[in-house]
């Protein structure tokens, strides 16, 4: 099994030398192996380990008896431990969302907090072969799109890892057992109230028994095809919106229904998915059916101009031949203009090679030293920026907009201010201070998403490249890595 492990780190690119990682540990077998497994390749890799458990509450006494095992076996390992208590269903009230969903969020939420706290540069969590399978039946269950039935990615935003999901639960049953190694078992987990439960509990076993004995690898094979599918389809969505010119952040959004309907109709649902989710606030919020009564607006064969009301007050108007998507603006206690809230300022020092999450605005920048790049290549990747290092002057800073702050926009002649520049790409006042910039002690050298300055352009003289982008799905979702950089003092 260890071996199988090793394998899946290094096709996935998970570990590098020197590593510290937050371990999630529930207590259950699964995530109590992960801990082994890490401790095992502590030497290997020079890793440095630090457990985080997330009680939720929802088990009373059962739950603290976790806890304190966690305690008592990081203690034993010589492991650092971070415990949090919370009450999750006082955060589910008035909420119309599930408990699962909540402490998925909670939980994920409380383990970059934790990675951030201690220094750490990467997440471990336990999903396994049997989750992935599950995982999948599940979305089919559904009815979801590639975007479910990809199942669990081995890597999300370069921070979370998932060491174990090429292994199976028999096998890190086996596993514990050979080691020596007690674990907690869940009681919620046979619950059949839960959907999960009555997949692992009832129909996989079913399904193994009387139609395919090698039903869990079968569908973590599908997982994998569809995943790779999934990817090169992303990359071809972020291309098309970046030749558009449509940047994250952006407070509506018009695209030419002609150049539209000219995609071919699996790249236009991608497209629309991907803006709507761009206005929502959590991504499970747009479904199929928002996605499919879009595309009906956008075919219409006549002109006249239409809309639709979506969830989250995102509207979508059609007219002559533009198809606009923006968000309505809310009405409450008598007031006809929604409370404009100014994003936090925040700035961060740069030490490349680096990958950063911005919490205040939960957007997440990748840096990294790359070979020239070729013309082609940054054509065709508009939401990515190739600078020339050696024309910039350290510290390098991510930050966001400063009163007075100017910008040479590449490819214009000249300099003018940032704010003139929102103003001329559309880009609404309170989303502005949501728009991280690389700057360098002269000034602004890449607004992320958007333009990098002439002074740093790509040369035939230059020598070092620096590349920079935003690590997301696609540009638009909120992604659920970690950076780890430190922060410098704000000057309020």
Same mark, same amino acid.
């Given at each position: ?17 020197? $590593?510290?990682?937050?371990? @999630?540990?529930? #207590?259950? /077998? ?12 502590? $030497? ?30 990081? !203690?034993?390992? #010589? ?15 008035? +909420? ?49 799109? =590639?975007? #479910?039935?990809? %199942? ?39 619950? /059949? ?11 996989? /076993? ?11 690898? &079968? ?28 940047? *994250? ?16 109709? @699996? ?30 607006? !956008?075919?219409?064969?006549? %002109? ?27 009405? =409450?206690?008598? +007031? ?42 940054? +054509?065709?990747?508009?939401?990515? @920026? ?16 400063? *009163? ?8 214009? %002649?000249? =300099? ?32 992320? &998403? ?27 979702? +909120?992604?659920? %890595? ?11």
């Amino acid at each position: 099994m260890l071996n199988q492990i090793r394998k899946t780190i290094e096709t996935h690119s998970m570990l590098e030398q020197g $590593d510290h990682l937050v371990v @999630a540990v529930s #207590g259950g /077998p699964d995530s109590v192996a992960l801990l082994r497994v890490l401790a095992l390749l502590t $030497d290997e890799f020079q890793l440095r380990l630090t457990t985080a458990h997330l009680n939720h509450g929802l088990r009373k006494e059962e739950a603290d008896r976790d806890e304190a095992f966690v305690r008592r076996l990081s !203690a034993g390992m #010589g492991i650092a431990c971070i415990c949090k208590k919370m009450d999750i269903r006082a955060l589910q009230e008035g +909420k119309r969302r599930s408990l699962e969903e909540i402490g998925r969020e909670e939980r994920y939420r409380f383990l970059h907090e934790t990675a951030e706290q201690c220094g750490a540069v990467k997440i471990a969590v336990g999903h396994h072969r049997d989750d992935q399978a599950e995982t999948v039946l599940h979305h089919l269950l559904r009815g979801s799109g =590639t975007v #479910g039935l990809r %199942g669990i990615l081995p890597v999300r935003d370069g921070r979370i890892i998932r060491p174990l999901l090429d292994v199976g639960r028999s096998g890190i049953l086996e596993f514990l057992r050979r080691e020596g190694l007690a674990y907690m078992t869940d009681s919620s987990n046979e619950s /059949p109230l839960f959907l999960r439960n009555r997949i692992r509990n009832e129909l996989i /076993p079913e399904l193994v028994a009387h139609y395919n004995p090698q039903l869990i690898g &079968g569908l973590c094979q599908t997982a994998g095809i569809i995943r790779r599918e999934d990817d090169y389809l992303r990359g071809v969505v972020r291309q098309i919106i970046g030749r558009w010119g449509i940047a *994250p952040g952006c407070e509506e959004v018009a695209l030419s229904l002609p150049d539209f309907l000219a995609l071919h109709e @699996a790249i236009q649902g991608r497209i629309i998915k991907c803006l709507l989710e761009g206005a929502a606030p959590w991504r499970n919020g747009i479904g199929y059916r928002h996605i499919e009564a879009v595309l009906i607006l !956008a075919r219409r064969a006549d %002109g006249r101009c239409v809309s639709l009301d979506l969830p989250f007050r995102i509207r979508v108007e059609r007219e002559r031949g533009i198809l606009r998507i923006r968000k309505e603006e809310e009405r =409450t206690a008598g +007031k006809k203009n929604r409370e404009r809230k100014t994003p936090p300022r925040f700035e961060y020092r740069v030490e490349v090679p680096a990958t950063i999450h911005l919490s205040e605005i939960d957007r997440t920048i990748r840096l990294e030293w790359i070979e020239k790049p070729l013309l082609e290549e940054m +054509k065709n990747r508009p939401e990515t @920026a190739f600078m020339d290092y050696e024309c910039m002057t350290p510290p390098l800073i991510l930050r966001n907009m400063r *009163p007075g702050d100017r910008v040479e926009p590449l490819g214009t %002649g000249g =300099t003018k201010k940032l704010k003139d520049y929102f103003i001329d790409r559309k880009i609404a006042a309170r989303r502005r201070g949501e728009i991280p910039l690389l700057v360098d002690a002269g000034s602004i050298v890449w607004i992320a &998403g958007e333009r990098i300055s002439e002074r740093v352009r790509v040369t035939g003289r230059t020598k070092k490249v620096l590349k920079a982008e935003i690590v997301v799905g696609d540009m638009f979702r +909120k992604p659920e %890595g970690i950076g780890t950089c430190p922060r410098k003092s704000e000057m309020i």
